[in-house]
C-alpha cells in the first residue's frame, strides 16, 4: 500500500468539515461554556484559600492545610496571581487545558493516520522535553550538563529510531 505525501494543514474542504467536524467542535464549545460557568465548590473554596495563602507568602501544609497533593494548590495559586481571585480565572485554566487537550490529540490522531506507528510513537518521548523547556522559560530554570548530556542521548536515539522508518516509508503518489 504505497502513502501519498499530504499537507498537514491544508485548505477547509467541505470534504474535511463534514457534519461529525460539527457535532464534534460544537460539543467542545458546549463544554468549555459549561465549564466556565461553574462556581466553586467545596474543594475548589479549600484549594483558593490555600492558593491565597501562598499568595500572601505562606506555604501549603504549614500555612492553609488540605490533604490533597500540592500541584492543585500551586495551579489555583497560579490562576490567582495571573488572573486575579475570581472564580472564573481558574475556569479559564480548565478551558485553556481541555482546549490544549483537544488540539494535541487531533494533532496526534492525524500524525498517526499519516504515519506508520513505528514513526510518530517514538515523539511521545519529547513530552519530558517540553516539560524542561516550559520549566526554563517560565521559572528560568538552567540545566546542568549532565541533564544536558542525557537530554542529546535521548534525541540521539530518536533520531535512531524514527530515521530509517521514515527512509522505508514510501513516497510515491
Known amino acids: ?4 505525501p499530504t499537507r498537514f494543514f491544508g485548505p477547509l474542504t467541505a470534504e474535511k468539515w463534514d457534519g461529525r467536524s460539527f ?31 501562598m499568595l500572601a507568602g505562606g506555604a501549603p501544609y504549614r500555612d492553609a492545610w488540605d ?16 488572573l486575579g481571585p475570581e472564580a ?14 483537544v488540539l494535541a490529540y487531533t494533532l496526534w490522531s ?14 511521545a518521548l519529547l513530552v519530558p522535553f517540553v516539560g ?16 544536558l548530556v542525557g537530554m542529546a542521548c535521548v534525541l540521539l536515539g530518536l533520531a535512531v529510531i524514527v530515521l530509517p522508518a521514515l527512509r522505508s516509508r514510501p513516497l510515491g503518489g
Open 88 to 101: 472564573w480565572a481558574i475556569r479559564a485554566l480548565e478551558v485553556g487545558g481541555l482546549v490544549a487537550t
Open 1 to 4: 500500500m504505497k502513502m501519498r
Open 23 to 53: 457535532a464534534r467542535c460544537l460539543a467542545i464549545a458546549w463544554l468549555a461554556a459549561l465549564i466556565a460557568t461553574f462556581g466553586y465548590g467545596r474543594d475548589q473554596a479549600i484549594y483558593g484559600v490555600v492558593a491565597r495563602a
Open 67 to 82: 490533604f490533597k497533593p500540592p500541584g492543585i494548590h500551586f495551579l489555583y495559586a497560579l490562576s490567582g496571581w495571573a
Open 110 to 123: 492525524r500524525l498517526l493516520r499519516r504515519y506508520p506507528v513505528a514513526v510518530v510513537a517514538p515523539f
Open 132 to 147: 524542561a523547556l516550559s520549566s526554563a522559560v517560565v521559572f528560568g530554570e538552567r540545566f546542568g550538563a549532565l541533564r
